[in-house]
């Protein structure tokens, strides 16, 4: 994130509500793939007392899809021309 980060200061972008919708973008994308790490984790290396079930997982699985979607729309959004 902070490579990023000085990769935009380089770039010459210097607009404060620029730079604020860039880090919430990539904060999603991280989120996305936090969200989906998080669940494999814990539903594959904790022992059964402890592994994340019920209102927790659907919870972590609606974040999962919520931040899924809109990485998607990002990512198709600001690379489409190139695929």
């Given at each position: 994130m902070i490579l990023v980060g000085i990769a935009i200061l380089l770039s010459g972008l210097d607009q404060p509500l620029g730079l604020i919708v860039i880090a919430a973008s990539l904060s999603g994308v991280v989120m996305f793939i936090y969200s989906g790490l998080l669940i494999y984790i814990n539903r594959r290396y904790l022992p059964a007392p402890?592994?994340?079930r019920g209102v927790r997982l659907v919870a972590l699985l609606w974040a999962f899809g919520f931040f899924?979607?809109?990485?998607?729309?990002?990512?198709?959004?600001?690379?489409g021309e190139l695929f």
């Amino acid at each position: 994130m902070i490579l990023v980060g000085i990769a935009i200061l380089l770039s010459g972008l210097d607009q404060p509500l620029g730079l604020i919708v860039i880090a919430a973008s990539l904060s999603g994308v991280v989120m996305f793939i936090y969200s989906g790490l998080l669940i494999y984790i814990n539903r594959r290396y904790l022992p059964a007392p402890i592994r994340i079930r019920g209102v927790r997982l659907v919870a972590l699985l609606w974040a999962f899809g919520f931040f899924g979607v809109f990485s998607v729309i990002l990512v198709r959004s600001e690379f489409g021309e190139l695929f």
